[in-house]
């Protein structure tokens, strides 16, 4: 039976997590005012949040893994006697490390690299990492575990809720098809992940307590059609506002299990502070 490692990238907040399986992990860059950190290395989340909560201008833009970095990575899994790999990426409509990894995988020779293109990130991501864990566990080899997140990964749902729509606008992140753009600094907007993986706006809200009120509405909706038995929670520097929505959520649903996760200053530097948002995993695919 061939072994099967198991990479992960920082933007699924495994850093911020106790696990029990091992792992190798490649981080995204956080570039402040010029300087270079890499997220939980040098920087941490409460750090970093406290840092932009005292400066809301800072001026601040991420950088992906380099090529170099990955490859390192890849040829450590090959020197302890892996013959395949599976790799769990934050989505490619956010990054381009799905296909920086995509293409140095191919330079390893004797390794097999299966990328999973997660279509999300931070707990969406890291549910899939879980999975990816427990099937290796079970003896799965990489092209079985591959296959099964194909398909789990479109179980999930995952909704965000920000403070301020000025990070995403301003790096690019959200898309502005559904024409809400024109007024978006003045609109407290619910996002979601679509299929292909891009955050899209979801429904327009004016204010933030309506906001919040809409997201646990639709919390609400999925535990009455008996969709999930779990929800995660997301959270930035805002840990006792999302200890409210969970207090609120566990009072209509005393059985759910409701997880908290917090988002990584990286994910953190293109939502803002003040981000929230939930996920599930649904039944079955729609």
């Known amino acids: 039976m061939n072994k099967v ?47 932009l909560d005292k400066n809301p201008d800072l001026q601040i833009s991420t950088a992906m893994i380099s090529p170099g970095e990955i490859l390192e990575k890849l040829n450590k899994f090959k020197k302890e006697g892996y013959k395949e790999v599976v790799a769990v990426v ?24 299966y ?30 575990i591959f296959n099964y997140l194909e398909k789990f990964k479109k179980r999930i749902r995952l909704f965000v ?27 407290k907007p619910l996002l979601k992940f679509n299929e292909t993986g891009h955050l899209v706006p979801y429904q327009k809200i004016r204010t933030s307590s309506k906001a919040r009120s809409r997201m646990i509405e639709i ?11 779990e929800l995660f929670l997301g959270y ?5 506002y999302v ?5 609120e ?9 409701i997880t908290l996760h917090l988002l990584t200053p990286v994910v953190g530097a293109h939502a803002g502070p003040g981000t929230c948002g939930f996920g599930v995993i649904v039944n079955e695919e729609e």
């Open 219 to 229: 919390a609400k909706e999925l535990i009455d059609a008996g969709t999930t038995p």
């Open 90 to 113: 934050i989505s490619s409509g956010l990054s381009g490390t799905y296909n920086t990894l995509k293409i140095v995988s191919e330079e390893v020779e004797d390794l097999k690299v």
């Open 236 to 240: 930035t520097n805002n840990r006792e």
């Open 161 to 187: 809720l920000v403070d301020t729509l000025k990070y995403l606008v301003k790096n690019g992140r959200l898309s502005a098809a559904s024409g809400m753009i024109g007024n978006l600094l003045k609109i």
């Open 5 to 51: 490692g198991l990479l992960v990238c920082g933007n699924s907040g495994i850093d911020y997590e106790k696990v029990d399986f091992p792992y190798e992990i490649i981080r995204s860059k956080l570039i402040i005012e010029g300087k270079e950190y890499e997220d939980f290395v040098d920087i941490t989340a409460d750090a970093f949040y406290e840092m």
């Open 249 to 257: 959520i566990l009072e209509y649903a005393p059985h759910l299990k």
């Open 115 to 144: 990328v999973v293109d997660s279509l999300l990130v931070t707990f969406g991501q890291l549910v899939q990492t879980y999975e990816a864990a427990r099937l290796i566990k079970e003896g799965k080899s990489g092209l079985e």
């Open 243 to 247: 200890e409210g929505i969970k207090k």
